[in-house]
């Protein structure tokens, strides 16, 4: 079993910035699993955003330059540092975690998924 447990959503005004995190355990994590964060908007499907593995990181468009991916492998902690947040960037936001690689920004390759955190962003 793997679990993931999302933290750090909250409000914030056009500009600010916020950090997610996501802890990750369970007797079947793997440390080296490829991760990657998603969000889904009201009314709208569930986009990948940034993802992460041993090798490489990856973003979508709409955040790149905005978002930063990262992951603390002795703490088993994925962060998602979000900086210029726009009134789009409102979701809920999802980490997941994938037995294989790479880490891809497609929902359908991920094996394991949190609950979630709310990010919304006023203007």
């Known amino acids: 079993q793997v679990q993931l447990v999302e933290s750090g959503g909250g409000s914030v005004q056009s500009g600010g910035s916020l950090r997610l995190s996501c802890a990750a355990s369970?007797?079947?994590?793997?440390?080296?699993?490829?991760m990657a964060w998603f969000r889904q908007a009201p009314g709208k499907g569930r986009e990948g955003i940034a993802g992460?593995?041993?090798?490489?990181?990856r973003y979508a468009d709409s955040v790149k330059g905005r978002f930063t991916i990262s992951r603390d492998n002795a703490e088993n902690i994925l962060y998602l540092q979000m900086n210029s947040l726009k009134p789009e960037d409102t979701a809920m936001y999802y980490c997941?975690?994938?037995?294989?690689?790479?880490?891809?920004?497609?929902?359908?390759?991920?094996?394991?998924w949190g609950h979630g955190t709310q990010v919304t962003v006023s203007s």
């Open positions: 997941a975690a994938r037995k294989e690689y790479p880490a891809t920004l497609w929902d359908i390759d991920y094996n394991y």
């Open positions: 369970g007797t079947s994590y793997n440390r080296y699993y490829a």
């Open positions: 992460i593995d041993s090798q490489n990181t």
